[in-house]
């Protein structure tokens, strides 16, 4: 598993960035490997733990399995809403 922040996440357009707390090449998220994973969408600024797995129809990295820190969702001031309500 790597850990890392999202860096950016539009629930509209089905895609977004993790940057890896190791550092290097941002990972690419889609929405699809969000709601694989259980949630509706992801924040800015979210902590994220998840797998890095190679994408060979994009040629780049892409993030599965993808687990958000319980205290972290969602961060003060973060951008992007899910397009699902969430009931409690």
């Known amino acids: ?40 969408s992801l924040y800015q600024g979210e902590r994220v733990s998840f797998d890095v797995v190679q994408d060979r129809r994009l040629d780049r990295s892409c993030a599965e399995r993808i687990s958000a820190f319980v205290n972290s ?4 001031g973060a951008t992007g809403e899910s397009s699902k309500s969430q009931s409690a």
């Open 1 to 40: 598993m790597t850990l890392g922040t999202v860096r950016s996440f539009d629930v509209h357009k089905g895609y977004g960035f993790i940057e890896p707390d190791s550092g290097g090449v941002e990972v690419l998220v889609t929405i699809c490997a969000v709601e694989r994973a259980g949630l509706d």
């Open 73 to 76: 969702h969602p961060p003060p």
